[in-house]
């Protein structure tokens, strides 16, 4: 009886192919994925781009995409929402690892969701809202499982109206970074062990102090054991000695310039 011959280097090629079909042939193209979003309401543009792990994934590697949406400034909650709703099955499956839209304008808002989860339509309406906040410069929302964030920034406001904005994200679940900005007023609460109590025990500080001098900069985080507050030329001597009196311990060293 004859042994059958190896298999040839083109037979193999040609399983190979056969197995790959099979597996991403069900799988969204660049150009599918890029029509379902354009049919949306007040979307402008939709790019779609390979997710970069792909390259290292190998031939037998179903294809992820990552989607990125622009849509009219006055894009309405409702119609931001359908763009969102628009990737769900395509999320689950893997074919898209993240959704991303960003309202035309000098704001220029931008929501980002990605790897299963899901924007909440109380995202989606903070989004509109601050397009349409005057007061608002920039924005940037990412719903991420890794790391998920919010960045605002603001015109000119006093300390006070940076930590107000700052606390509206205190009903959005589970954000892991907040930062609000206006020229050089920071403040950043994070995630952090620890630093919930240092942060507040911080606005706290800076709060008294813009009461009683002119602030023009405050970095305040719990990160670092320095806290940096910049008043008006001729304060700074009596800033340093009223924040000594009253800041607590939690604040830590303050340097006052």
Known sequence: MRLSAAPTATAVVGLVGLLTGALTGCAASADDLAARGERSPSVVDVVVEPDAADDVAGPLATASHHVRAVMRADATAEE??????AYDDQVDTGDVVSVSVTLEGATGASLASGEGVEVSLRE???LVRAQADP???SYLLQDYPDLPLVQVG??????AEVVSVADR?????????VTV???????????VDGSAQRVAAREAAVLAAAERFDLLGADVS???PTLDVDVADGQEAAARRFLARTATDDVGRVVVR
């Open 80 to 85: 931001v929402m359908a763009l969102f709703d």
């Open 124 to 126: 989606v309406e903070d």
């Open 135 to 137: 007061v608002v410069t």
């Open 154 to 159: 603001l015109a000119p406001v006093s300390f």
């Open 169 to 177: 994200y205190l009903l959005l679940d589970d954000l892991e970074s």
């Open 181 to 191: 900005s206006s020229g050089d007023l920071v403040l950043r609460r994070e995630a």
């Open 222 to 224: 719990g990160r670092g």
